[in-house]
């Protein structure tokens, strides 16, 4: 769980965003430059984390007093290949932090439920780390780079359960490819029935537990989700209904076994009292809102 340095909110001077053209990246930037903080927002083509000089070209980048924010990653993470990759990079930062050690205030680093057991039905921050995917070892190994490097520096752990919003560049099964499929009048088709009962969280809930974790100068470990869950089925049919689409939602053979997950929040709830996350319904209705709005400027 998360444990706060600053008790009360206290913007930091300034915060170095790695990945910020990303799905998760450029929604923070967005959310933290609302509140008036201070941000370098990195990405690619300033800094390639996969690159021989990525370390030293980071490392030119940040200041005395920075929070660093590191939302870049490969993902999602499908093979070895894209598994060492992402290693690669997170070698880089990790580099880039041993250098700076002195002057960071923070490091955040934005990692996934995927961590956990697939068979973990209620999970909390005490829940076993056992991932069964690359993207879950991948987030697990780079977990553990940083907890080796970081030292005094506080370091956050944030762990999303599954995202949604617009724009999301990865079409994930779930609620963004609904909406992409519904918006091009095609067929929905979900795996096996579509039972399985998954916590879907809106983007921008992520953004603003980033901001809060920042304000606060949290250190700790925390799953980031509404203890909320809904099945594929379930999201398909509203997305259709939402998009009034002329399509069907299909069942297919199914080929793995049925899991479930649900999350207990009592941590996240202690540590944010007065944070609120965004219903499935009303985050969904903001996507449709996005969707209309895009059709109404081309």
Known sequence: MLKHLNATAMQPARVVILGAGGFVGSTAAHNLRAKGIKTLEVTRDQVDLQHADAASKLTALLQAGDVLLIAAAIAPCKNGEQLL?????QHAICEAIKSKNADLTQVVYISSDAVYADDVALANEDSKMQPSSFHGMMHAARELMLKGVCGAVPLAILRPSVLYGFNDPHNGYGPNRFFRLANEEKNITLFGGGEE???HIYVNDVAEIIAQTMLHRSHGALNVATGQSHSFKEIADKVVKLMA??????????QNAIT???????????AFPEFRYTTLDAGLALVQKEYVAQQVTV
């Open 85 to 89: 990759a992402n290693i690669q990079m």
């Open 197 to 199: 009962l998954r916590d």
């Open 245 to 254: 689409a002329d399509v069907v939602v299909e069942a297919t053979p199914r």
């Open 260 to 270: 479930h997950r649900h999350f207990d929040i009592t941590a996240c709830r202690q």
